[in-house]
């Protein structure tokens, strides 16, 4: 009985606890420094929407090129390690001694993020998505300091797991002589022929297991991530980092589908890889095209590996951006076709036919949305009513949410919670420790004792952090 009173006092004591940090929630969510102030010391549990390259700061992205004394083109301010043929290239210590490193520096930071963007110049998802290609060479062999800085960022804002998006798998198995099955592919999309196009993947499944697809998938997994995660000793007791590998939507299907079989394998046989997206402007004329056909792969990748996980960028779309009939199927595709086991971005659900049989689907099958709320406004021009976060929270659907990309946004985990307690004030404290805790629970992870471990965390450091309003 004794232990009973004990366990009871305890509780009450904890949501007494938890009362108090709602209140002094409530008293300043509109006020932006306070709230900062309180989500800064706030545990945010993970960031699942994460791509690894964007998330950099460009700072000591430029730092390494003009130490490792990269090539700069001048008029793009893209870089590169290699000479690159055209008068426009300069080496960065050329620049240094002519007296206009400086004078260069800001007009790459300009090109590299969103630093000063005024909304005038230039369509803010072209600078956006064209910043990656600029600073890219600046990534490679360069891996190790931007994990670093990432963990060292995550600790100090209370996140305690990333689900990054790392980088593509290299794999020089060689497609030329496959390219008739892209026309025939496409043809077979075009008319809806789930069949078909199954079987046809399923030959070119065997021609890369053949071509020993298997072998580039462990050489990315041992070489590369897990030598790199040991030697860094990304997981401590603070902080636990795993990674998702992706494909490109730009590419061929033949090329595409090779890509995937690969991620597939790979996230199939490493605990270090938590799952498999798709990324790339959702937009462009190749993701357009072959959406459908994307769906399918997935669908039929998920046939052969079931155990592997998949988060997928779907309804990364708003009015203007497409033609209207565009943005009523692509959240529908990602789960009834792909069965997506999360979705990225989610920005068109309200144009999505059938909407409302969507989203219960979603919150009966715990089908969670990753909520971007700073990628969203710049990218997409969403933001506040016109964001669909409500209704996705009214539905029932899990939310989590992520930064995406905090390098080129600069932005970081506690500003999205900011903009979220900000804008929406139907949401509670009680909501965003939900969403704080789904982050774990709905991470892909596969050691359960790992996500086990996170959420004890979690249980500790909110009972510290809300032991602060009880005074």
């Known amino acids: 009985m004794k232990i009973f009173f004990t366990f009871l006092f305890t509780i009450l004591f904890q949501v007494g606890f938890s009362q108090s940090a709602n209140q002094y929630f409530e008293k300043i969510r509109n006020n932006e420094a306070e709230l900062t102030a309180f989500f800064a010391q706030m545990p945010k549990g993970g960031d699942l929407h994460h791509h690894y390259s964007g998330s950099i700061y460009a700072e000591p992205l430029l730092a390494h ?29 050329t620049l240094k001694n002519n007296g206009e490193l400086d004078t260069y520096k800001q007009k790459i930071m ?37 994990l670093l800085e990432l963990k060292n960022r995550a600790i100090k804002e209370n996140v305690s797991y990333i689900e990054t998006q790392l980088s593509t798998i290299p794999c020089a198995i060689k497609t030329d002589d496959l390219a008739q099955y892209n026309a025939q592919l496409r043809q077979m999309a075009a008319n809806k022929n789930e069949k078909a196009v199954m079987q046809s993947l399923d030959s070119l499944y065997a021609i890369f297991i053949q071509k020993e697809a298997k072998k580039y998938a462990a050489d990315f997994n041992t070489n590369f991530v897990a030598k790199m995660h040991k030697e860094l000793k990304m997981d401590d007791k603070q902080f636990t980092m795993r990674y998702q590998n992706f494909v490109l939507r730009f590419m061929e299907p033949v090329d595409l589908f090779k890509n995937l079989v690969v991620a597939f394998i790979s996230a199939d046989s490493s605990p270090l890889m938590a799952g498999v997206n798709i990324v ?3 937009d462009g004329e190749t993701s357009m095209k072959d959406y459908w056909l994307h769906m399918v792969m997935f669908k039929y990748c998920h046939s052969r590996f079931p155990k592997v996980k998949y988060t997928m960028h779907a309804g990364e779309l708003t009015l203007g951006l497409v033609r209207p009939e565009e943005l009523t199927w692509h959240i529908n595709a990602a789960v009834y076709t792909a069965g997506a086991n999360r979705i990225g971005h989610g920005v068109d659900m309200a144009y999505e036919e059938n909407s409302y049989e969507l989203m219960r689907y979603m919150a009966k099958n715990n089908i969670p949305i990753e909520i971007n709320l700073a990628s969203n406004e710049f990218i997409l021009k969403v933001k506040e009513n016109r964001h669909p976060i409500i209704l996705y929270k ?64 979690l249980d500790n450091q909110f009972k510290t952090f809300e032991t602060n309003f009880s005074k």
């Open 110 to 146: 300009q090109k590299w993020s969103v630093k000063d963007y005024n909304n005038v110049d230039y369509p803010s998802d072209k600078l956006f998505f064209e910043s990656f290609m600029k600073f890219e060479p600046a990534i490679k062999g360069n891996f190790e300091a931007g």
């Open 65 to 93: 090129a003009i130490d490792e004394d990269f090539y700069l083109n001048t008029q793009t301010m893209t870089v590169s390690k290699e000479k690159q043929t055209g008068s426009d290239w300069i080496l960065f210590s």
């Open 394 to 457: 009214e539905f029932g659907v899990p939310i989590v949410i992520s930064t995406d990309d905090a390098g080129i946004l600069r932005t970081n985990m506690t500003e999205q919670y900011v903009l979220l307690a900000k804008r929406y004030q139907t949401i509670s404290y009680t909501d965003i420790k939900q969403f704080v805790y789904n982050s774990i629970n709905y991470s892909f992870i596969q050691d359960p004792a790992v996500k086990k471990q996170l959420i004890q965390d």
């Open 280 to 282: 790339s402007p959702e």
